[in-house]
Every structure is written in C-alpha cells, then in structure tokens.
C-alpha cells in the first residue's frame, strides 16, 4: 500500500491531549499548587497518564506502567516528561489534590460549552434548563462506607454515589459532587445554585418539601414527579380544554406543609397528571412553574432521560468498574479523568460532519491510540485509503 492519505506527524493521543490549551494546566498547577514538592512526575505528566489510562482502558496501575514504557519516542507531541512506575502513580494518586483534576475539567467546559450546546430548548422557554441525578459505583472494598448486607465471601461491597448536574442543551456534567452510597440523595439539593433564570429537573428520589420551598422563594423552577404516598390539598382545577389531546389528563394547584422543627409552613405548587401514548403510562409531575403549558411540563420532565444516556455512556466506555486505587482520592481523580476524556471525544464526535456511534469513536480511539493518522480526517472518510489502494491493485492487474 502506498503511503496513507490520513499520515499526521501527532499521534492519535497526541491529537487528543492538544484539545487541552497547556495554559489551562499551567494556571490551574499554580492555583492549586499541585506541584510543590514535586521532583519529577508533575501534575501534568500525572494527568497524561490518567488519561491514558481511561483511553486504553487500563485496569490496574502495574498496566499503565508498563504499558507506558512502550512510548518511548513517541510522547514528543503530548510533552510526557516522566513515565511513572507502579509506586510513584499510585503515590500520586493517593496524595495529589483532586481539586486540580477538577479544575482543569471544569476549565475545558468552559471553553467547549458553548460549542457542545444546542440551544433549542433555550430558545422555547428563555431559561436554562439542567437535569441532576446520582449514579452508585460499586467496589468490592470498605471504601466510602458500605452498602447492603456482608456477603458469605466476607468482602464487604462499597459504593461511592456520583451526583452529576447536565445542561440540557449540553451534552456532558456541569457539576459533579460525591458522597457515600448511603447517603440520601436529596444532601445534593444544597449544593445547587438558585436563580431565576433555570429549571431544575430530577426525579422522584431528591423529594424533599423544603427545597422546594426555597427553590420557590429563590424564583428557581423546578420539575419532578410526586411521591406514592405524598400528603397535599387541592386548592385550585385548572381547566385543562382542548389540552388533553396533548396527554394532559388534570391540571391542579395543591398546598403541602413544609415542616421546619416545630413550624409548619405552606407551600402552593402545581401537579400535572400527563398521559404518555407512547409508553401507555400516567405520570404525575410537581412543579412551581404555574405559566408554563402543562405538556410543556411534561417536555420538561423527559429531557431528564438524557442524564440516564449520560451515565450508561461512561459506565459502559471507561474503566469505572476497576478503580487504581483504595481510597476516596484515587477513585475521585480518575473519575474526573473519565470525565475529561469524555468531553474531549463529546468534542471531536461533534466536529464531526460524518455520524459516528460514540463507543465506536471511543474503541477506535483506544486501538489506534499512538498510530500517526490524522483523526479528524480519517473519521470523516475511513474508506479512502483502502479504496484509492483498491483502485491501483485493479489497475495494475488490467496492465498485466
């Protein structure tokens, strides 16, 4: 075969890691200051070799050792100074704060958000829509607290439940924070940001009345589903009209208590009972948006599917069923990492004008990680070479 059409002078990792502006790491190193006390392997060598490891689906710290080793000339393109050993990585990974791990992805967001979104459902509601949900990751160690009963093996099974925010004209977490898996889901609700200008939708699991309230008081709209077994009054039927060929079966204003010690407050909210013909089921939805059509509401509410599709993705793509490390640090920086190679692959599937199945992306990536093919070009047409080498073989053949 002749010389390849799709030849780059970087290999594929080295393409990979140039989304990252090196000035990113360097600001975020000196913020954190990650380095101090450092001899040899930085942050950034750190970073590479997470990343590496979450491309090629390494499972264990002695493969990415001595997986690395065979990058001998080729690291000139990403700038790997140091190719850690089995100790060092593990050491780094134990001491280093995460926080610089963090940073650094939250940093790409900023600079890939805007050309990630599609801003379609902006653009119906005038405000920003984001979906939260948690995600259990279970280890086979007494890490983070345990969950469930002790098995007859004696391994205790542990858990760390990854809480993760999603714009919903994104397609990648905007905030991540981790707890213990026994830990109720609604804690998360502290950590969000209230303002006028965006939706929260979850599910039925982050209940709780209070929230609600100050998610009201905060003018911060909120969708989810109702409790079985919630107690409320209804107030106020709302004449729903022509709008149940839309699926809208009741339309009500309720009142809840909302109990703070021994004060009872009283909070108005609406509930919407919606009919779904394509799954033949009835939901029913609480929400504090009283000027929003009610299969708007509904609308709202199944763009929450997206944040399902979003862990199944990771799940299924990245080493988070193998963790390098033993304790709470370890796990949370190569979580992040996991993150950061999805965003950057998020990146290059959208400039992509030809369609491409993520896992497909991502196993491409992980075979031909260090072969010099020029990747954006060899994914818009893969069969040119082998068609163009066709070609002359045919030729050659009539000639003879």
């Not at 001491?95 to 992805?105: A, P």
């Not at 009500?252 to 919407?272: A, M, N, W």
């Not at 033993?326 to 965003?343: F, P, R």
């Amino acid at each position: 075969m002749s010389k390849s059409n799709y030849f780059s002078s970087k290999s594929v990792f080295g393409q990979l890691i140039s989304l990252i502006d090196d000035t990113i790491i360097r600001k975020e190193v000196k913020k954190c200051d990650s380095d101090r006390y450092t001899k040899r392997f930085t942050t950034k060598d750190h970073l590479i070799s997470m990343l590496f490891c979450s491309f090629s689906k390494c499972t264990s710290l002695r493969e990415i050792s001595v997986a690395m080793l065979g990058l001998s000339g080729k690291t000139s393109s990403f700038q790997l100074n140091h190719i850690p050993k089995r100790s060092t990585l593990s050491d780094a990974n134990k001491k280093r704060d995460v926080l610089v791990f963090e940073n650094i992805y939250h940093q790409l967001l900023k600079q890939y958000g805007g050309f990630l979104s599609d801003s379609r459902i902006k653009d119906v509601i005038n405000k920003q829509v984001k979906i939260f949900d948690s995600s259990t990751i279970s280890l086979f160690k007494d890490i983070m607290g345990c969950v469930g009963r002790n098995p007859k093996s004696g391994k205790r099974k542990g858990g760390i439940k990854v809480h993760t925010v999603v714009n919903a004209d994104e397609i990648v977490p905007s905030l991540v924070w981790f707890s213990e898996a026994k830990t109720h889901d609604h804690n998360f609700l502290e950590k969000l940001k209230c303002d006028e200008n965006t939706i929260y939708v979850f599910d039925k699991g982050y209940n709780d009345y209070r929230a609600f309230e100050h998610f009201t008081t905060q003018k911060t709209g909120f969708v989810t589903r109702i409790k079985d077994n919630a107690l409320y009054i209804s107030i106020e039927k709302i004449d729903i009209g022509e709008r149940i060929h839309n699926g809208t079966l009741e339309d009500e204003i309720i009142e809840i208590d909302v109990k703070k010690g021994k004060e009872i407050s009283k909070l108005r909210l609406r509930k919407v009972r919606f009919y779904d013909r394509v799954n033949k089921r009835e939901f029913e939805f609480l929400t504090n948006l009283f000027e929003l059509r009610a299969d708007l509401i509904a609308a709202l509410y199944k763009t929450r599917w997206q944040i399902e599709l979003l862990f199944k993705q990771l799940k299924q793509n990245f080493p988070l069923k193998y963790f390098l490390g033993d304790n709470e640090n370890a796990i949370k920086i190569q979580i992040y990492c996991v993150l950061i190679v999805n965003l950057l692959l998020a990146v290059v599937k959208k400039k992509l004008k030809r369609s491409w199945a993520f896992s497909n992306l991502v196993s491409f990536c992980k075979i031909h990680l260090f072969n010099y093919i020029n990747l954006m070009r060899f994914l818009e047409n893969p069969e040119k070479d082998w068609i163009i080498d066709k070609a002359k073989q045919e030729q050659l053949s009539f000639q003879w």
